[in-house]
């Protein structure tokens, strides 16, 4: 045994050397800008699923002005009504008005593809932003951990951002999202109140400002109302007998939420009727319909994953059991008690009230990213007041084992994404070649994949023969002499986010077209896809 534990020492010696984390740090990184460039090289930047909205929306914005909140449509001459439009549930919103003109509105937050609108950089390099945010909310990920806990060690401030970098949030930096900057935003926030709490000075200014960010977080990211609500409610409660001291001291910080809050909130309502914008209104409604077993079978999936996703458990087993250690066994300061408190009822709270399956291709674990973010610095904190040097060495060893599982898991995910960038290049590929055909999709399956080709000619879909058969004779009257069908020909998976009457409806409604005015001169299968050509008779 005592053999055993010297080269477990050895080992995590060199596991642990400065020089040699800061090399995997930097290789990890090298890394992902690698896989970044890789995937948004070739025929089309590797856009998908609910990024594919998002570009969407900014390229609306960018081309018609911030204002413009209505779907991008580049051919809505062809189809004023929006009958044909590809987009449904869940990325777009319809309604009518009183003069009965039918609207349409993407449920993704304005702000986010507002902001990118302005940026004045090919949409091809979107992602890449995503990606370097990503790393700026690492390093300060690492810097709070450094002013909050005075952990100085190059070691182990190298240990933080690995353990935060292979974190399952990994999978919204590298796509087209709103959350790597919520999260950035979101971090501001906590940061402040954790040193007030901390009885850390902080100037006003930066209260003011950190405390607007924290505002502007709740418009990107719904979750985030709960972090900041469950942090406040644990504040105020800590804080009951010095409540008008303690209302004094977070003033700047609460003024620079309340104004945030207000003019985003004024916004939001006057452009669509909805405080926290259209897609709380969605939420709502996904949230109102679910019964105890759906939301059972949810919580389940996101703890122990399903044949196509890890769950939480198999994921940070590791760093579970170093929260349950400290709670039992360490002597924790008012600080570290505060942010695992917060931590663990926010993390579940945002687990049982989320309508939504956690997605996401192999990872997925959506919706509780901040919670590892801020798991990542609670473990590293245990550093500055473990000083036992058997249980230093155990928090060591657990922390290197959950860098080793997330180190795994990324690269299986990775692996995914290279399968989808191989098929994906290939569509685009197809797709281009007949550049004024325009597609016509059978399913909003078969939209996972379409990416930027929506910018770049007509897609339509007709999810019943009924509705081909007007498809066509639209084309026939618009001169249309040939166009392509794209759609899954197996029967798709079915989503934990829709209704079976929805997945009838438009998921599920492959079927062989027959047309009275084109004939077919090709038909190809790529991975389970199948691609033809129609052209007038």
């Not at 060199?14 to 992902?32: A, P």
């Not at 609207?103 to 949409?123: D, E, G, M, R, W």
């Not at 951002?161 to 501001?188: K, M, N, T, W």
Request: aromatic fraction near 18%.
């Amino acid at each position: 045994m005592k053999t055993l534990m010297y080269w477990l020492n050895k080992v995590q010696q060199v596991f642990i050397s400065g020089n040699f984390l800061l090399l995997l740090l930097v290789i990890f990184i090298g890394n992902l800008v690698y896989k970044r460039v890789v995937w948004d090289s070739g025929t089309s930047p590797l856009i998908q699923s609910d990024s594919q909205i998002k570009l969407y929306q900014t390229i609306e914005y960018k081309d018609r002005g911030i204002h413009s909140h209505q779907c991008f449509a580049k051919y809505q001459d062809f189809d004023e009504n929006y009958r044909f439009y590809p987009f449904r549930y869940p990325w777009t919103v319809f309604t009518t008005d009183d003069f009965g003109i039918k609207h349409c509105v993407f449920q993704y937050p304005s702000f986010f593809a507002q902001t990118f609108s302005l940026l004045p950089i090919p949409y091809r390099f979107f992602n890449g932003i995503i990606l370097i945010l990503y790393i700026i909310l690492c390093f300060f990920v690492v810097l709070s951990v450094r002013s909050l806990f005075e952990i100085k060690e190059t070691n182990y401030l190298a240990l933080t951002g690995l353990l935060f970098l292979v974190g399952y949030g990994i999978s919204s930096a590298i796509e087209f999202s709103e959350s790597i900057p919520a999260q950035l935003l979101l971090l501001a926030f906590f940061f402040v109140v954790f040193r007030l709490e901390n009885n850390q000075k902080v100037s006003l200014p930066f209260q003011l400002l950190f405390g607007f960010c924290g505002g502007i977080s709740i418009f990107l990211r719904s979750e985030s109302l709960m972090f900041i609500g469950i942090l406040g409610l644990i504040v105020l409660y800590r804080n009951r007998n010095q409540f008008f001291v303690s209302l004094v001291k977070y003033m700047p910080l609460i003024a620079g939420f309340i104004l945030a809050f207000g003019l985003f909130g004024y916004y939001n309502f006057t452009e669509f009727q909805a405080v926290l914008g259209v897609r709380s209104k969605v939420s709502f409604t996904d949230f109102s319909r679910l019964d105890l077993n759906h939301r059972f079978h949810l919580i389940q999936e996101f703890f122990f994953g399903n044949t196509d996703r890890i769950g939480f458990l198999f994921y940070c087993f590791p760093i579970l059991i170093l929260i349950v250690y400290s709670c039992f066994k360490l002597k924790l300061s008012q600080l570290q008690k505060l942010i695992i408190t917060v931590t663990l009822i926010s993390f579940v709270t945002v687990v049982i009230l989320s309508p939504y399956s956690s997605g996401g291709l192999y990872l997925g674990l959506r919706f509780t990213e901040f919670s590892y973010l801020l798991f990542s610095i609670f473990v590293i904190s245990l550093l500055s007041t473990v000083f036992d040097q058997k249980e230093r060495q155990m928090v060591i060893l657990l922390i290197l084992l959950q860098i080793g599982l997330g180190f795994y898991h990324v690269r299986r995910n990775f692996k995914t994404i290279d399968f989808v960038k191989k098929y994906h290049e290939i569509f685009q590929a197809k797709l281009n070649e007949q550049p004024d055909s325009p597609v016509v999709h059978l399913s909003v399956f078969d939209l996972l994949l379409i990416s930027d080709s929506f910018l770049k000619k007509p897609h339509w879909i007709a999810n019943q023969q009924t509705e081909f058969n007007i498809l066509e004779t639209k084309f026939m009257k618009s001169g249309v002499k040939k166009f392509q069908v794209f759609f899954y020909n197996f029967r798709p998976p079915k989503d934990d986010n829709v209704t079976e009457e929805f997945y009838d409806q438009w998921i599920d409604t492959k079927y062989e077209i027959s047309s009275n005015y084109y004939q077919k001169v090709s038909d190809e299968e790529i991975a389970g896809f199948r691609l033809m050509l129609w052209t007038k008779k």
